[in-house]
């Protein structure tokens, strides 16, 4: 069956600039996840939703950076006044349960000039 | 010092060599210790998930995990040319507040060489 998928795979940004990245879990998968990953690191998590709930923001670096999941399926990350350390992988993954084996996305390999 | 630690490499090993793969942890909390592959442009894929102590075998490919030294291990047997790769460990606490938070080691970027 389909995976994970996200779009757009690519994204140039200017400093300043706002932009939304889109993910769409695999169907009937309950839990999203979001982790940005930095070059040459480790994925770091980002924020986590059950069905349409944000139950956990913890590791979004700054208000800057708001997620939304409004119909418990799509969900897109949104980076407003992008700067350069914004520069990364973000990927999404998504899960059947809360504690079951998450299943990533190819990512939306973002940079801002 | 980070939570988990992996040495990034780079490795680079013949075809049909044995690898070894490992991480090392502080939080004692973690209970399920997984290793993802990713290529290069792709996401992580999960390659093994294994529960506490001990040996899990998949093909060529061993998870050991040893909480008491807090050290898990990734041993791929007669390497491929397919199995070039970075190789990240993960972990989770399993219950709790933010146990579904995956901690993943900087990965291991792996060369075989034909």
């Known amino acids: 069956g389909a995976g994970v998928s996200q779009s757009p795979r690519y994204k140039v940004a200017k400093r300043g600039q706002d932009v939304a990245l889109r993910c769409d879990p695999i169907?009937?998968?309950?839990?999203l996840f979001w982790y940005q990953q930095a070059l040459g690191q480790g994925p770091e998590f980002l924020t986590y939703f059950q069905n349409e709930a944000q139950l956990d923001k913890s590791g979004l670096p700054s208000d800057r950076f708001f997620a939304e999941r409004p119909e418990g399926s799509v969900s897109t990350l949104k980076i407003q006044r992008t700067q350069q350390e914004d520069s990364a992988v973000y990927l999404c993954a998504s899960s059947l349960g809360v504690q079951e084996t998450q299943y990533f996305g190819p990512g939306t390999r973002l940079l801002v000039l | 010092q980070k939570e988990v630690e992996q040495d990034p490499g780079p490795l680079s090993v013949p075809e049909g060599a044995i690898v070894s793969l490992n991480c090392t942890y502080s939080?004692?909390?973690?209970?399920?210790f997984m290793w993802y592959r990713q290529y290069s442009r792709k996401g992580p894929e999960l390659l093994m998930y294994t529960y506490s102590s001990g040996n899990k075998e998949d093909g060529r490919f061993t998870a050991q995990v040893d909480k008491s030294s807090k050290y898990i291990s990734l041993f791929i047997r007669d390497s491929q040319p397919s199995d070039s790769a970075t190789y990240l460990c993960?972990?989770?606490?399993?219950?709790?507040?933010?146990?579904?938070?995956?901690?993943f080691g900087k990965g291991t970027k792996l060369s075989v060489i034909p």
């Open positions: 993960a972990m989770s606490a399993g219950s709790g507040a933010g146990s579904y938070q995956l901690t």
């Open positions: 939080n004692s909390a973690f209970q399920y």
């Open positions: 169907s009937g998968h309950v839990s």
